[in-house]
């Protein structure tokens, strides 16, 4: 069984880079996205965030550094990590965090958001991370013993309105109810001014994803740009 992770600090102040590719993409292959992860620390990021049960499995191999699993299941409502068994077998494959749907809304399983945080504790040695949608699911999510709370669905859930960038406005909200848990700001971070305004906003770290790792859509930035 993977250790437990027991202190945080590596992490405050610090980046956290998201390694996905998505369905279909020529990237899709957790050995590429090991390679992506790796050279994301080689730059500095402290801890690395992969989906899917492989590149879990990849990425612990490739990096020294802390990893945050999930396992997409779907696209749409609840399909982050969605149900207690999809967050296991990510804990199996040596997530020292597992980020979950950290939502109000009802999980496939049929099991509350705090069942599942209880059971990922009972069965393994993983935090959790609970990606949220809303000031209220953070709230909520703390109260339910997540370790870590996110921003991540911010814009994806119907709660919050899809910012062009990072939901400033949310992570300073959760900031200043002071949960008790380290706030993670997740969500179209698109540029190192955006991450220091994170940190800024009151976020113990940041996870960026798409602006480091798809070229596919940095790629389109430059295109549009261009008018092309
Ligand atoms: C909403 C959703 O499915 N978010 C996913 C969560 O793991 C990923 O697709 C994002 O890339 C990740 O959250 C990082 O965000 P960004 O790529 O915007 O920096």
Redesign the pocket.
């Known amino acids: 069984m993977t250790l437990k992770l027991t202190n945080l600090d590596s992490l405050a102040g610090q980046l956290v880079v ?1 390694a ?1 590719a ?1 369905p279909g993409e020529p990237m899709r292959d957790p050995r590429t996205m090991a390679q992506v992860a790796a050279s994301a620390v080689i730059g500095g990021a402290a801890a690395i ?1 992969v ?1 899917g049960i492989a590149d879990i499995q990849f990425a612990r191999a490739a990096v020294e550094v802390p990893v945050i699993g ?1 396992w ?1 299941d779907g ?1 749409d409502g609840v ?2 990590t969605p149900t207690l068994q999809h967050a296991l077998s990510c804990a199996s494959a040596g997530a020292h965090i597992v ?1 979950i749907d950290g939502t109000r809304r009802p999980r496939p399983d049929g099991l509350t958001l705090a069942q599942t945080i209880a059971g990922i504790h009972a069965q393994s040695n993983a935090l959790v991370m609970a ?1 949220c949608g809303s000031f209220e699911d953070a709230v909520a999510a703390a109260n339910a013993g997540a370790d870590l709370i ?1 921003t ?2 911010a ?2 859930s119907g709660e919050r309105p899809k910012t062009d960038g990072p939901d400033l406005e949310l992570i300073a909200a959760i900031a200043a109810a002071e949960l008790g848990k380290p706030l993670i700001a ?5 540029s190192p001014t955006q991450a220091r305004a994170a940190l800024d906003a009151g976020a113990f770290a940041v ?8 070229p596919a ?1 940095i790629t389109g930035w430059f295109k549009d740009a261009l008018g092309a």
Do not use: C, M, N, P
Not at 186 to 190: D, L, S
Not at 207 to 214: L, N, Q, S, Y
């Open positions: 998201s996905q998505y965030r989906q999930l997409k696209h399909f982050i980020a990606d996110g991540t669905l814009g994806y997740e969500g179209r971070i698109h996870v960026v994803g798409t602006a480091i790792t798809h859509t």
